[in-house]
């Protein structure tokens, strides 16, 4: 039975036992255009965002606190391998 909770992002799933822990480092201040390809719902207290930047990808994570959100940011990697720990993270295999 599917669920309806009237979220049109996807939500990151739980994290798997041997999940691959991801470097979250801070975020690229020199980079002055990125685009945004794809998000998880912003009902949940992190939101996560697939990004594209100079030819690369990575994930940008934003712990939404009250008043100062943290944010951020995977390595960058090729637009593919990007895209693979992009599904990775949605189905709980990396975090």
Known sequence: ???LTGCLSPHVSTPQR??????WLSPDRGTARLRVITWTCQCRATLYELCQAGGQGF???TLQ???SPEVHETY???IKQADDIWRA???GEAR
């Open 1 to 3: 039975m599917i669920e």
């Open 89 to 91: 993270l949605l189905s």
């Open 59 to 61: 994930i940008r994570r």
């Open 76 to 78: 960058r990697w090729p």
């Open 65 to 67: 606190l009250d008043g």
């Open 18 to 23: 041997d999940h691959t822990r991801l470097v």
